[in-house]
């Protein structure tokens, strides 16, 4: 990234994060929102804007520019919203780039929020030394991308690494965010750990996953089996796709992760145990930028951009 300050924004299905972001992926000024998906894409757009203004305030730059990792299936050259599930409804086809340019008066670069993580732990946290890794986040849904020799994988019709909604057997229960079955997400995403742990409990009482990790803490077996077979889950797939495409690291960040022990010991077991030949030395780690990973990704997205090449060591998309 260049010397100079970049507005990062990472748009999740619960919250908006939004950050001021330096040269070195340090995060000046930080601040975090609801999200307001009932209210529409105006309503979500305008808070963005209304962000983007009060985090540059007294910032003296007039080439302050934003960058933006969004749900769904993003094409970066336009910053259209090309796809989308129903985390955010009616976010199919918007003009997020051009909208918000409007909004704010700011030079406006978006991409995929997946990709956006992978690039801020890739550039500045857990991937940094390697230039082969597989980048996964898990919270409201799973999200994936790919580096392999520092290319990101980003495919045709920019779909690559939705490991969301990779089909597994194991998805026995549950709607994916998509509206089909039988995903990954339908399993291993907080809402589909919480909703197992109801059908566990035999409550169809909502829960949020915060709750279920504390009866976890305290002893509940219905949550405990709940959130191990969701790391199981994921910890199988994951192995399965680390015998493809052969990574020296697997990357997991997101709001699911921050559960502790009781999460990361059936995850790690799963993947080292899950896949035929998974060799030892392929290392599944937390992301070291933790809830900052998407604003200073979504940050790097203005200067390393998906779609052309960069003279210091970053990212290119694949053709």
């Known amino acids: 990234m260049v010397a100079t300050m970049v507005i990062g924004v990472d748009v999740g299905g619960s919250k908006i994060a939004a950050g001021l972001v330096g040269a070195a992926g340090q995060v000046h000024r ?3 929102l609801p999200t307001p998906n009932r209210h529409g894409p105006v309503a979500i757009i305008g808070l963005i804007a209304d962000m983007c203004r009060d985090l540059s305030d007294g910032v003296a730059d007039p080439q302050l520019s934003v960058g933006v990792g969004s749900p769904g299936v993003v094409d970066s050259r336009r910053g259209i919203v090309t796809a989308a599930t129903g985390t955010l409804p009616g976010w199919q086809g918007i003009d997020l780039a051009g909208h918000l340019a ?3 008066g700011m030079r ?3 991409g995929n929020d997946a990709n956006a993580f992978a690039l801020g732990e ?3 946290g857990a991937g940094r030394g390697t230039s082969d890794a597989m980048y996964v986040t898990v919270g409201t849904s799973v999200g994936g991308a790919l580096v392999l020799q520092d290319r990101l994988l980003t495919g045709v019709h920019r779909r690559a690494g939705e490991l969301g909604h990779f089909p597994i057997f194991e998805a026995d229960h549950g709607v994916c965010s998509c509206g089909r079955r039988g995903h990954l997400e339908s399993s291993a995403s907080g809402p589909a750990i919480a909703a197992a742990y109801a059908r566990l409990a035999g409550d169809d009482t909502p829960r949020d ?4 990790a504390e009866r976890a803490r305290r002893g509940d077996a219905a949550a405990v089996t709940a959130l191990t077979k969701g790391a199981e889950v994921l910890g199988r797939t994951l192995a399965g796709l680390a015998g493809v495409f052969d990574p020296r690291r697997v ?3 997101g709001g699911v992760t921050q559960i502790g022990a009781r999460y990361w010991a059936p995850l790690r077991d799963a993947f080292h145990n899950g896949g035929l030949a998974v060799p030892p030395t392929v290392d599944i780690l937390p992301a070291a930028l933790g809830d ?3 604003i200073v990704g979504a940050a790097a997205l203005t200067v390393h951009s998906l ?4 003279h210091a060591r970053g990212i290119t998309p694949s053709r």
């Open 102 to 104: 409007k909004a704010t």
């Open 122 to 124: 890739h550039l500045h």
């Open 251 to 253: 990357v997991v960040g």
């Open 209 to 212: 996953l915060r709750e279920v």
């Open 292 to 294: 900052d990973a998407g």
């Open 307 to 310: 779609a052309s090449t960069h």
């Open 30 to 32: 930080r601040m975090s």
């Open 108 to 110: 406006v670069v978006v």
